[in-house]
Each structure stands twice: as structure tokens, then as C-alpha cells.
């Protein structure tokens, strides 16, 4: 298999297209704007479909972990654009299941009602949809607008800051909970670990798509 083979069949095997969600709560490309926190900040809204999704796979890792089983190592997440039969990521990243004492389960995915942390993707600052909140929206403060999510923003959406935030084309976002002992992107590899799974999908990614993976650690530049 040539790279853009073993990409769409990673793809495939994990049935992306199929499960994927809008990653943002839309009027046609117009993303709503909620207000979260105490002072009331603007931020982009997650689609209730991604919402969903990420609190029913967190919720199997959460039980693993109660049970003792050692089922599921975490998450495995890609954002990404569709074009036809084809995912075009933008992002690829993964969530834990353990902490930084790797005997706790993270903060990141502890009480996933909690929409600060919402494994990665949560509206505080330092997360994926607080901080990219912080570029496109207004009255965010300077120092919370970082060069990654403008990054983020400029291939995402037309202008920015805006109060009616327009998606270039719509956002999608798949994630599953990895199971230890599933197979990664090279079969010959065997069992793929979520660490190395992230690395493999990340590196094979840059080189199929890379002028529109937004990943800047682990790409081949």
C-alpha cells in the first residue's frame, strides 16, 4: 500500500466517514455563539452531535477504569474536512485515560458533564475549543489569542473575530475509545498503543496532507 492507501484504509476500518459528527453547532456555515463562564465569555459551540459522542466514548473508559478491566487506553481523535469519499484532517490527537501519576483517571476525561475539560475539547482556556473561542470571537483578551489558533482559524473560517463566525466548508470530528490490542495503521505492526497509534496517524498524515494538517509536533515539515 502506498501512504494514501494505508490512510484510507485506517479510515475505513474504523468506519470515520460514517461516525463522524459536525463538530460545531451551525446555522448553514454560521457557527452559534454561547456565553460560558462567570464573566459571561463568547465561545463557539460544539454541536450537540459531538457532544454526544465524546460523553458515550469517555463513558466506556470511565467504567473500564472503575472496573479494573484495562479494556480501553483512551481516546483517538481527528477534526477534520470531507471531500467526497475522502477525510481530510486537520487535527489528530488523543486523550489519556490516565493522569499525570498514571494510576488516576485524567482530568480531562473525570465527570465529562463537565464542559471546561470535555476531554481536550472543552471552552476553558488552554483547550481546544476555548482557546480557538479566544481568536474567532470578540472580547477575548490578547494574550489568550495564541499563534496555533490562529493557525486553527485562518483555515477554518472566512474572517475573524466575528459575532457570526462562517465556516469555510463544515467541520467534522470523529473519536472512538482505543482499545489495547487494536491495530493501527500498519497491520504488519500488530496491537498499536494510543501513544504510538497518535504518532503513526499523525506522521502519515503530514505527508498525505500537508498543507492542511494544523498538528505542529510529530509532523514530517
Not at 164 to 183: I, M, R, S
Request: aromatic residues 14%; glycine residues 8%.
Amino acid at each position: 500500500m502506498n501512504k494514501l492507501d494505508l490512510w484510507n484504509d485506517f479510515c475505513s476500518r474504523f468506519s470515520i466517514l460514517d461516525n463522524a459528527v459536525p463538530l460545531f453547532d451551525t446555522e448553514g456555515l454560521t457557527v452559534n455563539i454561547v456565553n460560558k463562564g462567570s464573566n459571561g465569555r463568547n465561545v463557539l459551540k460544539r454541536s450537540e452531535r459531538m457532544k454526544s459522542l465524546i460523553i458515550n466514548e469517555v463513558n466506556k473508559i470511565e467504567a473500564d477504569y472503575k472496573n479494573g478491566t484495562q479494556l480501553y487506553e483512551g481516546l483517538i481523535y481527528i477534526m477534520f474536512w470531507k471531500e467526497g469519499d475522502n477525510v481530510i484532517p486537520l487535527y489528530i490527537g488523543k486523550t489519556e485515560k490516565y493522569g499525570k501519576a498514571n494510576k488516576n483517571i485524567s482530568a480531562n476525561l473525570k465527570n465529562i458533564q463537565n464542559e471546561a475539560f470535555f476531554a481536550r475539547w472543552g471552552y476553558n482556556y488552554s483547550y481546544h475549543l476555548g482557546d480557538l473561542s479566544a481568536v474567532v470571537c470578540f472580547g477575548h483578551p490578547e494574550e489568550k489569542q495564541t499563534k496555533k489558533y490562529k493557525k486553527w482559524a485562518s483555515m477554518m473560517f472566512n474572517e475573524f473575530p466575528s459575532d457570526k463566525p462562517q465556516l469555510k466548508k463544515e467541520v467534522y470530528f470523529w473519536t472512538t475509545a482505543w482499545k489495547t490490542g487494536d491495530v493501527g495503521v500498519w497491520k504488519e505492526f500488530g496491537a498499536t498503543s494510543l501513544t504510538f497509534l497518535e504518532y503513526l496517524l499523525i506522521g502519515l498524515a503530514s505527508d498525505i496532507f500537508p498543507d492542511f494538517l494544523l498538528n505542529t509536533e510529530g509532523v514530517n515539515r
